[in-house]
Structures are given as structure tokens and as C-alpha cells.
């Protein structure tokens, strides 16, 4: 075996298939620091970010698969990990602790989820939008400044459509109930975007636009993925101004 070939084994052992994830993570993160500025322990906070979502995905494949042996590696690995990393956040930072009852629900639905093999559900994908998105407030306690809502609103709105969005595009391509409901709810978003600001109007009748037109297109999971990066530097432009 060569050295590339077991490179490859490890990576696709230890890194989850999910591209779209990291944008999840990403974003509201660095719009929390677009927002509310850098402290050092944002430093330490976006690795304990980072491998909570890498032993979190692993754990729920053990919990969906019954097989808690067979991730032990992963999960043994990113634990330690992620502990070490978010001690020196929650001792900087205490007030991030605030946080811990919503993660802990959202994580118990994900749980769920993976116990019952539906991690596909809409449900669980909003609980995982949601904790995702809260990482926005969470930088700000991080930097010491007062939360600001909109910026959280505009990352939440977006996230929120995505995932109805992307099952337009994807799994749910072809469902005319599905495509209605994204429709729907990007109309809805929009209005919202407007009591935020003109920016994220824009911003969100562009992705109105995107969710009328694009669904029945021959589209690949790359293509759609390529639209969705585009959207994220618009959305992360709208909430870094969100006020």
C-alpha cells in the first residue's frame, strides 16, 4: 500500500462524508467573528467547535448502528480532543455555559434520531441547524460583548431554507410538496429579511429566486454544492451587517 493509499484509508475513516457540514460549521462562526469581534479563545473554541461536530457525527453512527465498537477509534481520538480544547474556553469564558441546556435538547433529538435510523428527518436536520447557528451568540459571549440577534436571525433564516432547499435539489428532487414548502418558506424568510435590513432583503430574494428556479434543473450534488457556497458568502456578508 502506498503512502497516498493509506492517506486516503485514514482520512476517509476519521473525516465524515458530509461537505455541506462544514459549511454549517464555518459560518456562523466567522460571522460571530465578523460581528463581535477576536478574543484568543475563539482560538481554542473553534477547535473544540470542530471536534465536538467530528466525535458527534461518530457517536451517532454508533448509536444508529448498534456497532459502538466498530467507531471506538474516532470517537477515542476526537474526544480527548475536544475536551482539551473547550476546558480553556469554558474557564476564559464561563458565560458560554448558558449555552449548555440548548445543545444538550438539540443534541438529545440528533440522539434520537440516529436511534431510530431517521437522521434524515427534517426535524433532526433543524435541531442540527440550530446548533449550529447558535456558535453566533456563542463567539460573542467568547469576545465579551452583548449577543446581537440579527446577525443569529440571518444565519438561522438561511440555514433553515437550505436544508428544505437542498432536498428540493436532492433527495426530495421531483416532490412537488417539498418544492411548495421551500417556496413557502423562502416568501416568509424574505419578509423577515426585511425588518432586519435592505442588505439581507437582497440577500434573501436571491435566495428566493434560487429556490423558484433551480429545482427540475439536471443539477449534481457538486453544482448544487458550488450555488450553496456562493449563498454562504452572501448571507455571511448580510449578517456581518445585520443590525
Excluded at 459560518?27 to 460571530?32: D, E, F, I, N, Q
Excluded at 465536538?52 to 457517536?59: E, R
Excluded at 471506538?72 to 482539551?84: E, G, M, S
Excluded at 476546558?87 to 455555559?97: E, I, N, S
Aim: proline content about 7%; hydrophobic content about 60%; aromatic content about 12%.
Amino acid at each position: 500500500m502506498t503512502t497516498a493509499t493509506a492517506r486516503r484509508r485514514t482520512v476517509r475513516q476519521f473525516v465524515p462524508p458530509q461537505h455541506g457540514a462544514w459549511a454549517m460549521l464555518l459560518l456562523p462562526y466567522l460571522a460571530g467573528l465578523l460581528v463581535s469581534g477576536f478574543a484568543w479563545p475563539a482560538v481554542p473554541l473553534l477547535g473544540a467547535w470542530v471536534g465536538g461536530y467530528l466525535l458527534s457525527y461518530y457517536l451517532f453512527q454508533a448509536v444508529k448502528t448498534r456497532r459502538f465498537a466498530r467507531f471506538r477509534p474516532q470517537i477515542l481520538r476526537y474526544a480527548p480532543i475536544t475536551v482539551a480544547l473547550a476546558v480553556p474556553v469554558v474557564v476564559a469564558r464561563p458565560g458560554v455555559l448558558w449555552f449548555a441546556p440548548a445543545y444538550a435538547v438539540l443534541l438529545a433529538v440528533n440522539a434520537w434520531y440516529a436511534w431510530r435510523r431517521r437522521e434524515r428527518a427534517l426535524l433532526n436536520d433543524l435541531a442540527s441547524v440550530v446548533q449550529s447557528c447558535l456558535m453566533v451568540p456563542v463567539v460573542a459571549v467568547v469576545a465579551e460583548v452583548t449577543p446581537r440577534w440579527q446577525p443569529f436571525a440571518v444565519v438561522l433564516l438561511y440555514f433553515t431554507g437550505t436544508v428544505l432547499f437542498v432536498k428540493t435539489m436532492i433527495r426530495e428532487r421531483g416532490s412537488v410538496a417539498y418544492r411548495r414548502a421551500s417556496i413557502g418558506y423562502h416568501l416568509a424568510a424574505l419578509a423577515a429579511a426585511t425588518l432586519i435590513d435592505a442588505v439581507a432583503a437582497v440577500v434573501f430574494g436571491a435566495l428566493l429566486a434560487r429556490a423558484w428556479l433551480l429545482p427540475g434543473r439536471p443539477m449534481t450534488p457538486k453544482q448544487v454544492g458550488l450555488v450553496e457556497i456562493g449563498a454562504s458568502v452572501l448571507v455571511m456578508a448580510a449578517a456581518s451587517l445585520a443590525h
